[in-house]
């Protein structure tokens, strides 16, 4: 019994750590300005300031960093889609030359860490006259290893009998891949697309180093350059960072199972 | 009726070309994607100037290992990276350990752990930068409100603050890592210690930590290469300080490139890192599979 009770004790409080600073975000997104600045300790603002939302929309093109988060991340997410399951199939399932040596290289990507693509990117971009651009947001992150890699190990417990059958029947190479092969892949699929989308939602480094002009950030970006420039208006960064969280909380909660199942799979050898 | 002959090497060669054709995006996606800028910053990294055109040799190489800055970056980023590995360590398999305990309300707590991890930098770093204010921050209006001192975190233990912050965001994912871990142990180890008279601290010793190693393992690999790279906590929360406390070096890199607008230099720090962050994980992975342990 005293065992029970500490564990939920133990468990309670490190909950409370992680959920009160985000409901304190919502507060905050709430408070008038003079609340923000008032030596008193306000847990909750008097009278809830829903205005402060759309002031925010006044104060920077908050409506454009919503846009462009929504295309980069839902294009990635997209292209993610298409690609990773295709090249999975391929790993899995073909034999053709150079497949070992192409699947080391491709597996060797996943020891890149993005900072150090930063800068011959960015330089790539600029010679492109891409900076600052939908396609030089996206282009970088169309595909990763772990994506496909994740796709192949789904992939191939599929019986090799089944591709087999549908070649006899005579069904061309694209079709056994989009009627045999992806639909049976459904659960990865959705693992990858909420997982790819969550972190491109809230990617931060490349859209900050690839834009320059306020209209082109994404909300990550826009968030917090708004918060260097009105740095005193916390109530309003607040509010942006609720606009920022909400879609990924509404997700998660729709498909935490998903999610927790996702995270176990990136443990798996 | 003739039936066509089945020749296997024109159909395996069908079947290449089939794989080629499927590959083909992402062939000259990893490409120029990948492997091109790969190659584009180790040639920068030789080169010098405003533009970094000219030939400079290994000379950017010399001045980074012989720049204090850059040995203090360095040092400032190992120290962050140790901080998340022990840290993740620790909380994640004591919640874990919690966790995996038959209390009712599990999916509940597991979720509201989980959600830190939902966050973008952007958010973990504005927020707690205002929690954490000194007059402005809530969490010294309510230590005054209660009569005690207020703090000044940002400035006493700068570095310890960005990465217990950083921890805070990513506990859950760690605590659901050795979640899976705990769950992947047979029930009939820990049944045979009990019959053998082994205390709950003795299983914990003897059983799940030896054979929780992989997780372990994976976890610290992954906190190191997170750790190694972070850069939002400094860009938003610090700005690098107090002075240069909290100078991550992808932080440093950024601002010798984007605000010095030395590539060359900024490109030789960044093959540097990449080297001691493929060193790292290849050390660990050594130690861990020569301490791997079954039963």
Do not use: C
């Amino acid at each position: 019994m005293v065992r029970k009770s500490l564990l939920y004790g133990l468990l309670a409080l490190a909950s409370l750590v992680t959920v009160l600073p985000l409901l304190y975000m919502v507060s905050l997104s709430l408070q008038t300005e003079a609340e923000t600045l008032s030596p008193d300790a306000v847990i909750w603002p008097e009278s809830p300031q829903w205005g402060n939302y759309a002031e925010l929309f006044t104060r920077a093109p908050f409506g454009n960093f919503i846009v462009n988060s929504l295309v980069v991340a839902g294009a990635i997410t997209l292209a993610h889609l298409i690609f990773d399951p295709l090249v999975g199939y391929v790993f899995a399932k073909f034999r053709f030359p150079l497949r070992n040596t192409l699947f080391v290289a491709l597996l060797a990507t996943l020891m890149v860490p993005f900072f150090v693509r930063m800068i011959p990117l960015y330089v790539l971009m600029a010679n492109m006259g891409w900076l600052d651009t939908y396609q030089g947001l996206i282009t970088p992150f169309l595909m990763d290893a772990f994506g496909i890699f994740l796709m192949r190990q789904f992939i191939q417990p599929i019986p090799d009998d089944l591709i087999s059958a549908a070649r006899i029947d005579g069904a061309s190479e694209l079709a056994i891949y989009r009627r045999v092969i992806l639909p049976q892949t459904r659960p990865a699929l959705a693992v990858l697309a909420l997982f790819t989308f969550v972190f491109q939602w809230n990617e931060f480094l490349w859209p900050l180093v690839a834009t320059s002009t306020p209209e082109m950030r994404t909300i990550p970006v826009g968030l917090t350059l708004f918060n260097q420039e009105y740095f005193t208006l916390w109530h309003l960064t607040a509010a942006g960072s609720v606009i920022l969280f909400v879609p990924t909380a509404v997700l998660f909660v729709l498909t935490q199972r998903y999610f927790v199942r996702g995270i176990a799979l990136t443990g798996l050898k | 009726m003739r039936m066509p002959r089945l020749r296997p090497s024109t159909l395996s060669g069908r079947y290449a070309r089939t794989a080629y054709l499927f590959l083909l995006p992402a062939i000259l996606f990893f490409a120029f994607m990948f492997y091109l800028p790969i190659g584009n910053v180790v040639a920068t990294s030789l080169r010098t100037g405003p533009q970094a055109d000219q030939w400079a040799g290994f000379g950017n190489y010399a001045q980074a290992l012989a720049d204090p800055a850059v040995a203090h970056s360095f040092l400032v980023t190992l120290t962050f990276a140790v901080a998340e590995v022990i840290g993740s360590i620790v909380l994640g398999l004591a919640l874990a350990l919690a966790l995996d305990q038959p209390l009712r309300g599990r999916v509940v707590f597991r979720v509201l752990l989980l959600v830190p991890y939902l966050t973008s930098v952007a958010i973990v770093g504005l927020l707690w930068r205002n929690i954490l204010d000194p007059e402005l921050g809530i969490l010294n209006r309510v230590l005054m409100a209660a009569g005690l001192p207020g703090q000044q975190w940002l400035n006493t233990a700068p570095l310890l603050t960005i990465a217990a912050v950083t921890l805070w965001q990513s506990v859950g994912y760690t605590m659901v890592l050795f979640l899976a871990g705990l769950q992947g142990i047979p029930e009939t180890y820990y049944e045979a210690a009990k019959i053998d008279g082994a205390d709950a601290w003795r299983r914990f010793w003897r059983i799940t930590l030896p054979l929780l190693a992989p997780t372990t393992l994976f976890v610290s690999v992954m906190a190191v290469i997170s750790g190694l790279q972070a850069f939002g906590q400094a860009y938003i929360i610090t700005n690098g300080g107090p002075g240069d406390a909290t100078d991550l070096l992808v932080f440093h890199i950024f601002n010798v490139a984007f605000r010095t607008r030395d590539f060359g230099y900024s490109s030789a720090q960044s093959v540097l890192l990449l080297i001691v962050i493929v060193a790292f994980t290849v050390i660990q992975l050594r130690a861990g599979r020569r301490g791997e342990v079954t039963y």
